[in-house]
């Protein structure tokens, strides 16, 4: 049986470590045994905060092996670092990846036997023994459970990168009372104490931890900053990208002029996004437009992502399109590639967040990306962590309702354009801070690269 158990992680011993720090520095070192291994139980390409986290650890001289589902492009820089390297993870079968509530309770205990199978063999067989495990959370089954027995196997350090919390996105499907609803929040709490430390994406998570899970390992708020591709645009690029642009070549001229804005909007088209808000706001909007608010411009509203309702609303907005509804809005969807995502954040007028948090306490990364573009935002803010992220009036503007949202969109639209070009300086100085300055200091020092 000693046999077929999964090999440990040998750390350097302390001379070894201090002339390993050095060459770090430049590059030079490959040694596995300060090698970070990042486990994502979702699709790599739509999750930005891990992908940054192998990029930083590259480029402070580690390996970096990240692991999860490959659905989408990756980072360019995951793909060209020979630093990092990619381990996917096999889809389950395509009957067990249902969105019935009836079926989910059938086939979620298939999925997750599918799921521990898989990672047990990739974490303790399909790579080598790391000094770190990283790991994402939510989804947090069997992820916490699997990564806690193979790091005491293997000899390495957990480290939880907490998002959210698994219980409040499974409560969305289930409602907060449901009994497996329970048993995931005590499972998430559970097999989270032994971990060597937490990250969390708020102050407020941070503090959640440690009064409602009572975790008292070192728990740090490292908070998501813009990537470094993330910039304003200037008008010559601004005006050059969207005439290049598919989707926004056909209005350049409106948009040049000022007789059309465009807004932004990146969505997972899931629950905890209630997209109707949006669609509700630009009706409205629209009706305005053509009726006592005839100054208002028109619209090119642009929704990024991908998600299981997507389909639902845009069979909405074709009917409210065959009504005559939004003769002043034109909505467009679209799955952008980084790099054209980050310019179409550059070129746009303002963006919308429609994040409503589960738990109350995490933050959509999407803002802080249009912050690194130059754009302001306007979003959802009945939840405790959003004043972490937007400062009303000086970055961004909070709703609470389709009628907030088209009230603020009148304001800012119907103006004389101050308040939006305040706006637009708030944002600009709020994306001033990036990535890589948050995550030296917290996640560098914790995994002795910086």
Known sequence: M??????RYVPLPPAAAREHLHKQAGRENKDSRNAVQILVLGDIGRSPRMQYHAISIAKHGAKVTIIGYQETDLH?????DPLISTQPLSAPPRPLQTSSNFLFLVFAPLKVMWQMCSLWLILGYRTKPARWLLVQNPPSIPTLAIAQIMCFLRNTQLVIDWHN?????LALKLGSVHPLVKVSMWYESTFSHTATAHFT?????ARTLRQDYHITSPILPLHDRPAVYFQPLTNNERLTFLGNLPLTAPHVNELDKGSMKLVVSATSWTPDEDFSLLVDALVRYSELATSSHPHLPELLAIVTGKGPQKE???SQIARLEDESKLEMVTIKTAWLSTEDYASLLGAADLGVSLHMSSSGVDLPM??????GAGLPVVGW???EAWPELVTEGVNGRGFGSAEGLEAVLVELFGGDGNELRRLKEGAVKEGERRWDEEWEPVAGRLLGLC
Do not use: C, Q, W
């Open 2 to 7: 000693l046999l077929l158990l999964p090999s």
């Open 76 to 80: 360019p820089e995951l793909t060209s």
């Open 165 to 169: 919390f698994g219980h409040s996105i």
């Open 201 to 205: 994406v708020t102050n407020a998570m």
């Open 312 to 314: 639902y609303y845009l």
């Open 366 to 371: 999407k803002v802080v990306d249009m912050f």
């Open 381 to 383: 803010d009945r939840y």
